[in-house]
Each structure stands twice: as C-alpha cells, then as structure tokens.
C-alpha cells in the first residue's frame, strides 16, 4: 500500500531541528497545555490540586490565560458559560476524586444545554488503575464511572505520547452536534514525567458536520408549503448553531408563528408580528401549538418545560429536526431529521415552497392577548414592574445568567432577550448556583461587555466564594441577589401542595456587607430604583452587587 504525501506541510530546517532537539525540562503537563494551544484555544478554567499540579505548571510556561475559581463546579459553571457565548471549546482543568466529583453538577447542565466544555482530570498514578485498592490520595475504584452518564465521551491516557491524539478527539467530540462536555484522565505520574516528545504542533480537530437526509428535507418541505396552520416550536439548538437568521427566514417564508422555548431565548424576534414569544407554560400558547396542522419543533426534545409539563398533545404533524438522537421522537411521534438546526433550516430554505398567510399575525396577537388578560387578572404588577426594570438597565448586546429562582422562572416566559444567545439559565439540569460563576465565564469571553447575573438569596449562597474570583480578575459583572428570605419557589410549591413548606426558610448575611468586605461595591435597592441602581452598577467597571429585598410570586400555573 503506498500513499502518497505530497500535501504534507514541508518543514524549514529550523523547524526540523526544533523537532528533534525539544527544549529540556518539558513534562507530560506541558504536552497537554501544547495540545490546547494547538487546537486553538485561549483560555483555561479549573482549580489546582495535589495531582494535577503538572498541568498548572505548565500553564506558566504557556500563553493560556487561567481564570481559576473556588469551587470546581462553579468552575465547571464559568467553562460552560464560555463554550455558550464563544461556541468554541472551553478547557476545564480539575484534580482527581474531590475536585472532579464536585465538578459533576455543572458538567450535567452544560451536557443539557449543550456547552461545549474539554474536562481534562488528573488520576492516580498508572499503578493504581484498574480497581484495585491501592490506597492513594483521591482514589476512586473507577473514577470515570462517575462522569459517564453525564459527558459525551470519556478518553484515557496511560502514556504521554497519548495525550495530543486523546485532547484532539475530545475537542472534537465537544464541538460535534449536539456540542457537550467531553471528559480525559491523566494519571499524576504521566503529568509529572519529563518528555523528549516534540512540541505539539497546530492540530486539526474540526467536526463533521451533520447534515439532514435529502429526502426528509423534500417530505419536511412539502408538509410545510402545504400546511394551512404551521407554527415553529424554536429551542436551545437553533441558538447553539447560530441558526436564528435563518430560522426568521423560513417563519418569513411560510408564514409561520414562532414560539421559543426557555432555552432557545431571543432565537426569534420578541417584537416580530410572528413572535408567540416564549408562554409556554401557558394554556392558550398550548392549545394555539395543539391546533397547528403541520408543527416544525427545531432544536428541542419537547420535555417538561417546553411541552406545560407534557399536557401538550399535538394533533397535526410534527417535524422534528434535532442533533441529539436520543431526543428525536422521544416525546412524540414525528417526521425525525437528526441534522444541525443551521444545516436543516438552510435546506428547507431552498426546498420550502413560498406560502401566504395574512390573517397569521392576527392569530399570533390574540394569543399575546389573552395570555395578558389572564396574566393581569393575578395582580402581579410587583413582579412585571421588577422583571421590566431589568431589561431597561440591561444593554441589549449584554449577556445575562439566571439561577433557578422564581424572577427567572418569570424571565423564562416574559423576558425579551433581544439578541440571539445573550440569555442563559440553568434551566437545563435545573441546579441552583449557575448565575454567578457563569457570568465570570462570559466575562472572560469578552470583557468589554458588561454581564449581568440574577440570583435568589439561597442560589447566591452557592456563588459567594466567587465575590474573590469575580475581584481578583475584574471582572465587569453586576450580580442582581433577589432576597426573599429563602427558597422562595419550594416555598410556594410546598405551602400550594401540602399547606405549608419545610426547610425553605433561611438565615442570610447582610449581602450588601459582605460584598464590601471582598472589595466588591454594593447597593441595596427598591423595586422603584431597581433599573436606576442597576443601570449604574452595570456602567461601572469591574464587578457589584445590587440587592433587593423583595417576595416575588409564580403567576398561576395552567398544566395542574
């Protein structure tokens, strides 16, 4: 067999004897942080530990930036906001056992909201894997166990020289639709050992593209241009694959109402005459998507929240185009594309028949309208008074992070995110304490642009080791605490179910103290000057904090 390498890249004699001749001192560390430069990346999450202290060492002989945190999670939380507002991998570097398991919960929002997050966690030494009992530092009788069920892939080295070739495929695993966090283990001895290895070069790990199957694009296209009633059901991935100019594209073409779900904010214009917005959680958004002949649901699996709790039962025909696999037709039986959201939404462009519909924005407003009338009717000015100041002091070009916490449950369904993949939750995995740590992320992605984080008082309590972090790097973040004395949503399900709650109510610092003893500036606000305290706050360089003390409602649910 011969094969022919003419396109190979020729090296210089320089380069040549930089190959052979490596610079001395060079450990396995040094390979892994080659290997990241090498795939392009810039910027390095984690927090150091006994066993993975050969990465950390050669991060200072490296042009990476470090953004490290207190609490690998939120770590893990930072990592996961970077891959969202980037769309490029984000390195996290954990320690073995402690530090990687407290990793795992941001590891599963970021593998639910598909942020694209390269984990790479020391191990034992070589000699202790394989189970046996050994008694190390940190041993687990198989650590990868623990994150299987949770990232796309898990990739092990035993050996330096398998370090390039095992960041390589995880880099392109976490970048393959549906992005997601991805998981390799380096043993402490392989990090430690010198190397004669050549310094890693440039490496390609570019994925391939999913594309969807020709005819489904021809039979998904005929039931469009021939529905009478098509409504488009917009979720996470047609945000994940940048995918909205083309989504309002083919609304524009058939004439097709919109709704987005919680995870795929600002994907379609809030002010469009097709905008249904994001009411899911409402009955009138959910009988209007009932009577849809022909629904197209592009990057949503249709699961609880998207779907009031699974009380929608849709009628017509459904097309489903979605990356992951496992959630096509998983909820409902449908015409199933297993494609990226873009690559999907751009066939269908140029396979889509023209269709016209004038009376669609007028069906589109009565919904609007009775949602308002049934919203209005439950006195909840507090809460639309609150949720409207913080979009008049955010900028539009802004990102914002919302823990699970009733003013986001609020923002989930009323907040109008203006821009593509400027609004994120942890709604995904639905764990308290995102906000923070994630606008940390964001920040580090790009620090010109002020970020806005949104807490309660009891997800901020996650958070408040990174008051340090969000001073030491400067970051520009204004981190909004809503104090309600609690956890104000368990609060109001447990007093609605049994009659009163349990272990909800809760003792708090004086935030607005504790901020000022890490430096951090803070203010403590009212509904009434809530945009003017957060405008400022956010106009300020480097990071504050602005409290309000305020008990917030759920407007009334409609699935029960």
């Excluded at 939380?77 to 530090?99: H, K, M, N, Q, W």
């Excluded at 994940?240 to 083919?250: F, I, M, T, V």
């Excluded at 009376?359 to 209005?376: H, N």
Aim: net charge negative.
């Amino acid at each position: 067999m011969s094969h022919d390498h003419d396109d190979r890249p020729q090296l210089t004699a320089a380069q040549a004897a930089a190959v052979l001749t490596p610079p001395p001192g060079r450990t396995g560390g040094d390979l892994v942080v080659e290997s990241l430069q090498g795939l392009g990346a810039t910027t390095v999450f984690g927090l150091p530990g006994q066993h993975a202290l050969g990465m950390f060492d050669a991060l200072r002989r490296s042009s990476l930036r470090y953004v490290g945190l207190r609490v690998e999670n939120n770590a893990g939380f930072a990592a996961d906001a970077y891959g969202r507002i980037t769309g490029e991998v984000a390195p996290l570097f954990l320690s073995t056992g402690p530090g990687a398991l407290t990793s795992l919960a941001a590891l599963q929002e970021a593998a639910a909201a598909s942020a694209p997050v390269l984990a790479i966690a020391s191990q034992v030494p070589t000699a202790g894997l394989g189970g046996g009992r050994h008694g190390y530092l940190h041993e687990l009788r198989d650590q990868q166990a623990s994150v299987r069920d949770i990232v796309k892939s898990v990739h092990t080295v035993r050996a330096a020289s398998q370090i390039p070739s095992a960041i390589a495929a995880a880099w392109e695993s976490a970048l393959t639709a549906p992005h997601g966090p991805v998981w390799v283990e380096i043993p402490q001895d392989v990090l430690l050992a010198e190397t004669t290895l050549p310094v890693v070069s440039a490496m390609d790990a570019t994925p391939r593209e999913l594309y969807p199957r020709p005819e489904l694009t021809i039979a998904a296209a005929h039931l469009l241009s021939n529905a009478e009633r098509p409504v488009i059901i917009a979720g996470g991935g047609v945000v994940r694959s940048d995918a909205s100019g083309k989504l309002r594209a083919l609304a524009e073409r058939i004439d097709a109402p919109v709704v987005t779900t919680f995870g795929g904010k600002g994907a379609f214009p809030w002010e469009h005459p097709l905008s249904l917005r994001s009411w899911l959680e409402d009955r009138h958004t959910t009988d209007f998507l009932e009577d849809a002949d022909v629904l197209l649901v592009v990057g949503s699996g249709l699961g609880e929240l998207s779907s009031n709790y699974h009380t929608f039962r849709p009628r017509g025909r459904v097309i489903q185009i979605e990356a992951d696999a496992g959630k096509l037709e998983s909820n409902h039986p449908a015409l199933g594309l297993h494609s990226d959201a873009r690559e999907a939404l751009s066939d269908l462009l140029e396979t889509v028949e023209r269709r016209e519909d004038p009376g669609a924005a007028e069906r589109v407003r009565t919904v609007l309208e009775k949602v308002r009338v049934r919203i209005d009717a439950q006195e909840l000015t507090l809460e639309q008074q609150v949720l409207a100041a913080v979009r008049q002091a955010l900028p539009d070009g802004s990102p914002s992070f919302w823990d699970m916490t009733i003013l986001s449950y609020w923002a989930w369904s009323a907040f109008d995110a203006r821009r593509p993949n400027t609004m994120h939750s942890a709604q995904g995995a639905g764990g308290l304490g995102y906000a923070f740590p994630a606008a940390i992320g964001a920040a580090a992605a790009d620090p010109t642009t002020p970020v806005l984080a949104v807490s309660g008082d009891g997800g901020a309590m996650y958070s408040l080791a990174e008051l340090a972090t969000a001073r030491q790097y400067d970051a520009p973040l204004t981190w909004l605490i809503v104090d309600d004395g609690g956890y104000g949503i368990l609060r109001e399900y447990m007093t609605d179910a049994y009659g009163e709650a349990t272990g909800t109510e809760l003792t708090r610092p004086d935030f607005v103290a504790l901020a000022e003893s890490f430096g951090v500036p803070a203010v403590r606000t009212t509904p009434e000057s809530l945009a003017t305290d957060l405008t400022k706050a956010l106009a300020a360089p480097g990071p504050s904090v602005v409290v309000l003390p305020a008990l917030l409602r759920m407007f009334e649910p409609t699935h029960l």
